[in-house]
């Protein structure tokens, strides 16, 4: 059966996160495999590179999946576009080689965490960043940054009590940069456990207000629990900026 990679943008202010859930339809994978099964008529199930949390964005979400049709790839997209919700955008779609998989053939994410670092209101961004008025140590945060670089067990940044896989990623960069009166923290690495991207953002925005210094990174990944590390960070300042294949 032909398989096919299609690349994805979401806001996901409405909606319950990436993955199908059996409680609601409000999700990014129900709304595109409604959209495809109707469009090819036949059942369509798609993986995605990875689960995105309720009200996380996506500027590049890769998807794949397998079915027959004598579609080509140029009219699926077209059609597709035209029957998502305008708060999903299908970018790409065309045929990939067989054994090809979004989630299991990804080598790498980006994350991308905006903080609107001023009193003044943003009002027409609000849903796309986090408001933190106060003064900002950003000094602090690039060094506690730099310490979480590398390969580690990232448990102490995981919600997942009951995970019984490796807790050991390796974050390739951790850039703390600031435009104006916004700033980003970006996480680039090989894979990210649950929640992951937003405590990292959580805890270095308490470096950044002096709340915990920033040479307390060794010894937090070497607790190994999650009530050593920051607040988990709210979830419409994150977008998943990249993935690699």
Known sequence: M???????????????????????????????????????????????????????HARMQTASFRARTDLPPETILAELRRALPRDIGALALAEAPP???????????????RIWNSETPNVFERRYVLPVPEPLDLAAMRAAARALCGTHDFTSFCTNRRMKKSAVRTLET???????????????????????????AGTLLEVGR????????????????????????????LILWETRY
């Open 2 to 56: 032909p398989n096919y990679r299609m690349t994805l943008c979401y806001d996901g202010t409405r909606y319950n996160g990436w993955q199908r859930q059996g409680n609601t339809r409000s999700t990014i994978q129900e709304k595109v495999e409604t959209a495809l099964s109707a469009l090819l008529e036949q059942p369509v199930e798609v993986a995605g590179s990875g689960r995105t949390d309720a009200g996380v």
């Open 99 to 113: 054994r090809f998989h979004a989630r299991l053939s990804c080598m790498g994410k980006t994350y991308v965490y």
């Open 174 to 200: 951790v850039a703390v940069t600031r435009d104006g009166d916004e700033v980003c923290l970006a996480f680039s690495g090989d894979g990210f456990l649950y929640h992951m991207a937003r405590i990292l």
């Open 210 to 237: 002096g709340a915990r210094g920033a040479d307390t990174m060794a010894a937090l990944l070497d607790a190994r629990d999650r009530t050593a590390a920051g607040p988990t960070a709210p979830a419409q300042g």
